[in-house]
């Protein structure tokens, strides 16, 4: 047995797991579980009590939140130098919750139809509106190689895999600055590993 356990659904938020476990290049086992069935057993209901995926246990520590797992791994396995050194996490903190905070958020709304946020109510909201969103993460992305600076850490993998989806499902726009990040990004081995690796499972 490996001591890293990876639950998902080939079809959920687990391919960035999936990517960021490729990435961090440690043995893993993964246990698919299936929506409505074994995604609410009670087995796995005492690791995710919210029933979903992805989760992953690490010896005794659980993680839930991709966000999270994210930054979990990069800081377990540290030879994979997918987190700064601590004194530089400025950027990698902020843009790691900028996509788990407003972009998350703007897009889901958005494409939900929950919420159009009237101009004078922008305030109370994370994101303030979904084009503001775009337009910071668009001039962010056209400014810097990478997410935080000017090398691949976790916050490129989970900014990164919100940006493809984004721009293949149409949720976010086909901008310049994204078609150029996501060139240089998801053309990574362990990107292409993951996306294999999932395919799989699909058709499995």
């Known amino acids: 047995m490996t001591e ?5 659904n080939p079809m959920s938020r687990g391919s960035i797991v999936r990517w960021m476990l490729e990435e961090v290049g440690q043995p893993y086992e993964t246990v698919v579980l299936d929506y409505g069935t074994t995604m609410k057993a009670p ?4 690791i995710n009590p919210m029933g979903k995926v992805p989760a992953i246990r690490h010896g005794r520590t659980v993680v839930t939140e991709v966000a999270a797992i994210c930054a979990y791994l990069a800081d ?3 030879g994979a130098g997918l987190a700064p050194e601590p004194r530089d996490r400025g950027a990698y903190y ?4 900028f996509g788990a905070g407003p972009i998350e958020a703007a897009i889901m709304d958005r494409a939900l139809g929950l919420i159009e946020i009237p101009a004078d109510k922008q305030g109370m909201v994370g994101y303030g509106s979904y084009d503001q969103m775009v337009d910071v993460l668009d001039a962010h992305v056209g400014a810097t190689a990478y997410i935080a600076g000017d090398r691949f850490t ?3 993998v989970y900014v990164g895999s919100h940006l493809s989806w984004g721009t ?3 949720t976010l726009p086909k901008r310049a600055s994204f078609e150029a990040y996501l060139g240089r990004v998801l053309t990574r081995p362990a990107a ?6 999932d395919q799989a499972l699909r058709a499995g």
């Open 76 to 78: 377990a396995f540290p």
């Open 43 to 46: 087995d796995y209901l005492a």
């Open 154 to 156: 976790a916050a490129d």
């Open 4 to 8: 890293l356990t990876f639950y998902t």
């Open 94 to 97: 902020r843009w790691m919750f």
């Open 192 to 197: 292409l590993r993951a996306k294999e690796e």
């Open 168 to 170: 293949q499902f149409g």
